[in-house]
């Protein structure tokens, strides 16, 4: 398990907070979405909080799968398919919600599927960046988000005794 240079964790307050900016910068958009297309599993906690500030009711999920272990990237899986008639208009309704990019590989799937929904994302890195219309924070490419449905309550070192990474 290789470990990331730079470690950005977020807690569950912060996410929220991060959430809602993400909600307040769309809101800001004239396009009314019809429906949120929410990436799994990452996109359902971001998707929840925008649904309930935007006032959107239609959520949908599209299944995608890259990283087995923690920060490697394996082959891209989609484990399912945005439902029929959200393909409508080439998605132009649609409002797609991840939690971050990060090579963008993921974001350029599923905007294959919906060429004209908009993208949203919390966070992103340089990489991903370009697929997508709207985030709230950038994290340098060698900086690994840790998010808080991940993480649990342990010893932290002081830092001068070294940080892991
Ligand atoms: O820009 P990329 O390099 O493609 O990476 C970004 C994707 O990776 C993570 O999902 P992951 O595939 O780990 O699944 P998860 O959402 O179930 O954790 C994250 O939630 C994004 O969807
Ligand atoms: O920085 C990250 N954090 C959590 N999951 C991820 N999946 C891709 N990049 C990341
Ligand atoms: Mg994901």
Redesign the pocket.
Known sequence: MSLPEKAFPVSWDQFHRDARALAWRLSAHKEQWKAIVC?????LVPAAIIARELGIRVVETVC????HAYSE?GE?RILKEVAEPLLANEGADVLIV??????????AIVRAMLPKAHFAAVYA?P??RPLIDTFVTEVSQDTWIFFPWDLGFTFQKPIAEGQPG
């Open positions: 990436i799994t599993r990452g996109g995608v799968a890259s990283y990237q891209m991840d939690d971050l990019t990060d090579t963008g590989k993921t974001a890195k990489k991903g």
